[in-house]
């Protein structure tokens, strides 16, 4: 390629980011002048109808992607039972994917339902502090009456932000590489799946009649949630709310974005449609005050695939949220985000966990 022809790339590139950025700042002016600050009234069915037609076609579909082998799921299923089924927070262990113990943080509200109450895995951010999260959660979910469940990844079995958020390669660089060169990790083997089989096996323990769970991550907790959505075949998530992730896997093939883990150019084939993505009861949570940028928070991923969703969480959370609305619209296909401001609020989960609780659960 001749330097002049590279040079105009560049600026080309430029000014559509340029652009873009410009009509997130519009949109998040827009949320403030209307008054679309307060929490959203959602009346959507708590179901699985929004799963593509392939997922309802195949019922046997959810439980047949979390069996990859008969081993149990609990290290120890009496004690796992007993902590499910009492009241307050405790403790117990799976056998993770990985053959090593994960350590599930629980708490059960004072009236839950085993058969009908709503299962909530919560996720945690970059800091690995699950027990921290749990506590946070439970005041919410007291309120609301619904199980908690935080998954440990920890540092010792997920060393890097990659291993927990973006478990999809089996070795060497997430890039846009790894499927044409056999790395790309079997999609019932990642992280995400651990979800899905704890699920299943927090639902047999219960005897619950609940068809799905409840999604919440903040930060890296928030990257995980989105990623689960788009490289998961049929997750069985009633709603989700990801808040203040750092950055985003743009749901396009657009050759306008950097290729993956920046957007879905590159990925393997079948994660490359986005429509699964796009058609989830996902709902992006926004802290109006997380606004720092790479020189003042050194967790926030300051590459160039990054950069070019926006300077800080804010605005690389309107990114995503545009992004996905304008490939959905390119495509015809159906789209069910929303994208919600909370204000006041920096990144700390506390400030908005109680929001996502009324986003998921109020009637």
Same mark, same amino acid.
């Given at each position: 390629m001749t330097p002049t022809l590279q040079n105009f790339r560049q600026r080309a590139r430029l000014a559509h980011w340029s652009s873009l950025h410009l009509l997130v700042s519009i949109l998040i002016l827009v949320f403030v002048v209307l008054g679309v600050l307060g929490l959203p009234q959602l009346a959507e069915a708590t179901d699985l109808t929004w799963q593509p037609v392939t997922c309802r076609a195949d019922v046997a579909v959810a439980d047949s992607n979390t069996t990859i082998s008969n081993a149990p799921i609990f290290v120890n299923a009496t004690l796992a039972r007993e902590v499910l089924k009492t009241p307050g927070t405790g403790r117990l262990q799976i056998s993770s994917l990985q053959g090593k113990p994960l350590t599930v943080h629980v708490f059960r509200p004072s009236q839950f339902d085993s058969l009908t109450g709503r299962i909530w895995f919560v996720m945690h951010g970059t800091g690995r502090d699950a027990e921290r999260y749990l506590k946070t959660a439970a005041p919410v979910a007291e309120r609301h009456q619904v199980l908690v469940v935080v998954l440990e990844f920890s540092r010792n079995d997920y060393p890097t932000g990659d291993a927990y958020t973006l478990g999809v390669v089996t070795r060497g660089r997430v890039d846009d590489h790894a499927a044409e060169e056999g790395r790309w990790r079997n999609p019932l083997q990642t992280p995400y799946m651990e979800i899905e089989r704890t699920f299943s096996a927090v639902r047999e323990a219960l005897q619950s009649r609940q068809p799905g769970y409840f999604l919440f991550g903040h930060s890296a907790g928030a990257q995980f949630v989105h990623r689960l959505l788009s490289f998961v075949r049929c997750p069985r998530v009633l709603k989700a709310v990801a808040a203040n992730a750092g950055w985003y896997t743009l749901p396009t093939v657009d050759k306008k974005w950097p290729p993956f883990p920046y957007s879905l150019r590159g990925a393997a084939r079948e994660f490359q449609d986005p429509g699964q993505v796009l058609a989830a009861p996902l709902t992006v949570l926004l802290g109006t005050r997380d606004t720092r940028g790479k020189e003042e928070d050194t967790n926030l991923r300051g590459t160039e695939g990054a950069i070019v969703q926006g300077a800080n969480r804010l605005q /690389?959370?309107?990114?995503?949220?545009? !992004?996905? /609305?304008?490939?959905?619209?390119?495509?015809?296909? @159906?789209?069910?985000?929303? !994208?919600?401001? !909370? @204000?006041g609020a920096g990144h700390e989960v506390a400030e908005v966990i109680a929001p996502a609780g009324q986003l998921l659960f109020a009637p």
């Open positions: /690389r959370g309107m990114t995503y949220y545009e !992004v996905g /609305r304008q490939a959905a619209h390119s495509a015809n296909k @159906p789209f069910a985000w929303k !994208v919600q401001l !909370v @204000p």
